[in-house]
């Protein structure tokens, strides 16, 4: 049982290039949820997704994209990388019902 | 809409030192408040949440919808008690959390 796992791990952009964020859970959960990490601004959502299909926008969406094809996978795009978005990104799940997020260990992500 | 607001971004204390971790919230329907705490090296992960009242590793947190704060609370820190602490309010729609912004506990020895 892996809980949250999100890849890669670290990864260095150059500002115009595209990825792909990782987000893949094996708990069966419902919710899932993208959060970027900036010193002195905790934790911000960006986007968020209530069951498998659907997706909705969190407080801080602009430049990102996702998906939730399958109920176990939750994908971060950045379709044109930016220094802003240098940020530690994390991936949470909840199972409906419950109060308790279950957190990925994080992406690291610098664009120079 | 929600906002958390934790004022002290670090506190340091040393060992055996009495702890008190402020947050203040606004929100405008009844809020469910947590604790989440992150350790070095290691995942974000829930401390406790003000419906159950409870004590964990020696820390609690009690709501004061009055002055709308939920401080996290310890009466002897420990060394093992360094880590980012975070305050989130839980809205209905969605089960998102709102953060605040943490604040770094330092237990000196």
Known sequence: ?112 | AQRVTQPEKLLSVFKGAPVELKCNYSYSGSPELFWYVQYSRQRLQLLLRHISRESIKGFTADLNKGETSFHLKKPFAQEEDSAMYYCALRANAGNMLTFGGGTRLMVKP
Request: aromatic share 12%; proline share 4%.
């Open chain 1, 1 to 112: 049982n892996a809980g949250v796992t999100q890849t890669p791990k670290f990864r260095v952009l150059k500002t115009g290039q595209s990825m792909t964020l990782l987000c893949a859970q094996d708990m069966n959960h419902e919710y899932m949820y993208w959060y970027r990490q900036d010193p002195g601004m905790g934790l911000r959502l960006i986007h968020y997704s209530v069951g498998e299909g659907t997706t909705a926008k969190g407080e801080v969406p602009d430049g990102y994209n996702v998906s939730r094809l399958k109920k176990q996978n939750f994908l971060l795009g950045l379709e044109s990388a930016a220094p802003s978005q240098t940020s530690v990104y994390f991936c949470a799940s909840l199972r409906s019902g419950d109060y308790g997020y279950t957190f990925g260990s994080g992406t690291r992500l610098t664009v120079v």
